[in-house]
């Protein structure tokens, strides 16, 4: 694969803002609809959007959620692969702006109640959405103009941001009319084109012979899954990611069984864990995490999440509250040195089909544990976290096993160097 020559940047301080701007408007498009499609489905009035084709509201509110993440699943596999051949300038410049004609469509389909117009906005969004992979190999990009592990920690610090502000202004615009938050997220979109146009630089384009659809099917990020050296980081991801959305997605149903949680508890409970990811990953984790080689770094925040996650359901009141919120403290940890680990690592294979590798595998383990995890809440959700803790730390295990075929391939720690590096 001929990868693109990536370009010194001449202002990274305000390369970093974007890609940031970038990476919290992402996941917040991703969790904007959250509290605007649940009242509409819920309504005991039935409408053409909420019973389309006469279909069950709850089938259909689990296929809007859905559109989302599957687009993104593979915008990921496609997007970061691109932007190593034909520079991140222009394919993130054309995702964003397909970004904003899928919020657009989204708001016209919702306001004319054309659920299946709706759908089809979402899922052509998520693949936008997958532009979170060339964030994050911009990131990695600026280095050595800003150290690695604070530019992906800034970056994560982001993302973990976008699961509060998405739906607070989902929330607070959806007032004046159920189109309005989907107005407001592509007006936003504005900006990032705007800043991307004028701090990124266009790239040198290495020869290739290839078109489109030949690149597209010979170095999609899909294609790193049959890469050896990648087997331990594949298991690793995968795992983890499974585990993590086991948290995510059922400690609210564990809230609502055991604690009696109402949405406005849970709103602020996730608030709290939320400020917690992004303050870890901002603070600590941007200045500190290179002092840690990035695979013990790992391993630390996996020992520690999943204790965690298997304690919350054997607590109740204050002392669970706390270790829930305290959750944030290693998935800001986890989130950096994983990502810092890979970049230096792997670099070679390209940081857009890499960084594309590993988002498709965080959207996989969610639809894995999304239906899987269901089945097991049947016996009670706190089953669910306890296998999601077995799954967090399952990843650990493979962390070891990658940081064993490390030494035993180098005879020596050649990852022992500061993660920063």
């Not at 904007?32 to 909420?50: D, G, H, K, R, V």
């Not at 929330?171 to 189109?179: E, I, K, M, P």
């Not at 109402?262 to 500190?288: K, R, Y």
């Not at 840690?292 to 607590?315: C, D, N």
Request: charged letters at 5%.
């Amino acid at each position: 694969m001929q990868l693109s020559t990536q370009p010194q940047y001449q202002h990274p301080q305000l390369v970093l803002l974007t890609i940031c701007l970038i990476a919290l408007f992402s996941v917040a498009g991703l969790a904007l609809p959250y509290p605007i499609l649940a009242p509409i489905f819920a309504s005991s009035e039935l409408t053409s959007f909420n019973h389309w084709l006469g279909l069950d509201p709850t089938l259909l509110f689990g296929i809007a959620l859905a559109a989302s993440p599957l687009g993104i699943l593979i915008g990921s596999a496609v997007l970061g692969a691109m932007s190593d051949i034909y520079g991140r300038r222009p394919v993130l410049l054309g995702s964003l702006l397909l970004a904003l004609v899928g919020y657009a469509l989204s708001a016209l389909a919702i306001a004319a109640e054309q659920y299946l117009w709706f759908v089809l906005a979402r899922f052509l969004t998520g693949i936008c959405e997958g532009a979170i992979s060339i964030a994050r190999a911009i990131a990695a990009d600026l280095h050595p103009q800003i150290q690695r592990n604070k530019a992906i920690a800034w970056v994560n610090s982001a993302l973990h941001g976008g699961w509060l502000v998405g739906p607070l202004i989902g929330g607070f615009t959806v007032v004046y009319g159920t189109d309005v938050p989907f107005w407001v997220a592509a007006a936003a979109m504005l900006p990032c084109l705007v800043l991307v146009y004028f701090l990124l630089p266009a790239t040198q384009l290495q020869p290739n012979r290839l078109s489109l659809w030949q690149n597209l099917a010979a170095n999609n990020s899909l294609q790193l899954l049959r890469e050896p050296l990648l087997k331990w980081v594949v298991l690793i991801q995968l795992s983890y990611t499974i585990g993590l959305n086991a948290f995510y997605e059922f400690y609210p149903l564990w809230l609502v069984e055991a604690e009696q949680f109402n949405s406005t508890d849970i709103g602020l409970i996730t608030a709290a864990l939320c400020l917690l990811m992004v303050t870890v990953s901002a603070g600590p984790m941007s200045f500190w995490s290179h002092k840690v080689s990035a695979l013990q770094g790992s391993l630390l925040a996996i020992a520690l999440l999943g204790f965690l996650v298997l304690l919350l359901p054997q607590l109740s009141q204050w002392p669970a509250w706390a270790v829930l919120v305290l959750c944030g403290v290693p998935i800001g940890m986890m989130s950096t040195w994983f990502n810092v680990y890979c970049a230096n690592k792997y670099a070679a294979l390209g940081q857009g089909r890499l960084m594309g590798l590993l988002t498709l595998l965080m959207c996989a383990g969610n639809i894995i544990i999304a239906l899987g995890g269901s089945v097991i809440a049947l016996w009670g959700s706190g089953w669910t976290l306890i296998v999601g803790a077995l799954w967090i730390w399952l990843a650990g295990w493979f962390i070891w096993q990658e940081r064993r075929r490390d030494l035993h391939s180098s005879g020596k720690n050649t990852e022992g160097v500061p993660c920063g590096q």
